[in-house]
């Protein structure tokens, strides 16, 4: 286990960024050397923490984002959490993606009359990022829909959903990386090969990575 972490104990960090936004950070032991980050912002904090690693300030084997927490695996020494809280400017060192989409989902017209807006308009004007993997290999949730814009799951899922699909549930944008069954609102597809197994990373969608939809 970390230093000076103890099986129930936790501690909790306040801090003021540069652009004037508090990050709050709890701080809780996780295993024999994990520490379990729950945070306000996980894409940014993860981006943080990556960097801290990549300069050799932060000692850890794996760090991984979720939606309310980062999980660090393998950590050495006691880290200063104060140090890395994320930073107004980090996001324009992230890696950037453009994914082309057609805008013909099954359900871009019901998106359409609950947004009473175009799918494609605001999607396009929206900047997303990657706050997390899961679901199947190569699936990530993207974060930066405004929350007037968030939708329901279907009341009934689909029992395939082809690969590619661009989809919508709650506050996330997805896309399908293979056909799978799925409940989420579908308003087009692309055509981008999202995980390939003998590529580095296998994901193209990786956590951090900012997202920005175009058309096909």
């Not at 997303?128 to 699936?139: D, L, R």
């Not at 899922?157 to 609102?185: C, D, E, H, K, N």
Request: with cysteine; net charge negative; proline share 9%.
């Amino acid at each position: 286990m970390p230093s000076g972490y103890d099986t129930v104990g936790y501690s909790s960090v306040s801090d003021r960024g540069e652009a004037g936004n508090i990050c709050v950070v709890l701080v809780r032991p996780y295993g024999w050397d994990g520490v379990l980050l729950e945070v306000d912002d996980p894409a940014a904090w993860f981006r943080a923490l990556w960097a801290a690693r990549e300069r050799g300030e932060l000692v850890c084997e794996e760090i991984v984002p979720a939606a309310r927490t980062v999980l660090l695996r393998g950590v050495q020494g006691r880290p200063c959490w104060q140090d890395w809280t994320p930073a107004a400017g980090e996001a324009a060192t992230a890696r950037r993606l453009d994914v082309p989409v057609h805008w013909d989902g099954p359900d871009y017209a019901a998106v359409a009359a609950a947004w009473r807006a175009e799918p494609a308009d605001v999607l396009k004007g929206t900047g997303f990022t990657v706050a997390f993997c899961g679901f199947a290999p190569g699936f990530g949730y993207l974060t930066g829909l405004p929350e007037q814009r968030w939708l329901p799951r279907l009341a009934s899922p689909r029992t395939r959903v082809p690969a590619g699909s661009v989809a919508l549930a709650g506050p996330y944008a997805g896309i399908y990386p293979r056909s799978s069954p799925g409940g989420w609102q579908l308003v087009g597809r692309t055509g981008l090969d999202l995980f390939v197994l003998d590529r580095d990373p296998p994901a193209l969608l990786t956590p951090g990575t900012l997202v920005r939809f175009t058309d096909a």
